[in-house]
């Protein structure tokens, strides 16, 4: 058992991509789609994808280059394994705020969700901006979501619209601020 534990989290990058795999179970997913979602390169992430088959955590279908890859889910330690890298690869608040830090116009962002182990909530960040369209934005969104190894949901509001969903105890913000949160950056 030590030595199957010890192929499948022998590197950085193969715990990202079990993370990635582990958080979409039901998922077929390509190595150019999960080396997008970790920010790694196709080569070395279809490596580490290979790796994973072998130790029999994944489980992969079509043939090389143009196989799609998914979650063994009849794997003997995949219940601890997603017990482990669920509690154990959280980002920090200080990355996450490093991954806005230019980010221009925002004035607050707020982690839920995944981000602070909050399985009822329906965001994981919300974003209030004064410019919603910012490329800086997506960008940082990008950073958010390989920090995390998943995708993540999330909202961006502007200023006004966050004031005026606020008062009227919007469902959106109400399930963010009535469920566990932490507040990054701003004021509520």
Do not use: W
């Amino acid at each position: 058992m030590f030595k199957s534990l010890a192929r499948i989290l022998s590197s950085p990058l193969r715990i990202k991509l079990l993370k990635f795999f582990l958080c979409q179970p039901e998922s077929q997913l390509s190595a150019r789609t999960a080396a997008s979602g970790v920010g790694s390169s196709v080569v070395r992430t279809d490596q580490e994808l290979r790796a994973l088959v072998s130790a029999g955590v994944l489980s992969s279908r079509g043939k090389r280059g143009r196989a799609t890859y998914s979650v063994n889910q009849s794997h003997p330690l995949l219940v601890p394994l997603q017990s482990f890298i669920e509690a154990s690869t959280l980002p920090s608040d200080r990355d996450l705020i490093a991954a806005f830090r230019a980010a221009r116009g925002l004035s607050l962002l707020i982690a839920a969700g995944a981000l602070v182990r909050e399985s009822r909530g329906a965001l994981d960040l919300l974003i209030v901006t004064s410019r919603p369209r910012d490329p800086s934005i997506v960008r940082a969104m990008k950073r958010a979501e390989r920090l995390m190894a998943m995708p993540l949901r999330y909202s961006i509001l502007e200023p006004k619209n966050y004031d005026e969903r606020l008062e009227a105890r919007d469902r959106l913000l109400r399930d963010v601020f009535e469920f566990n949160h932490r507040v990054l950056i701003g004021r509520k």
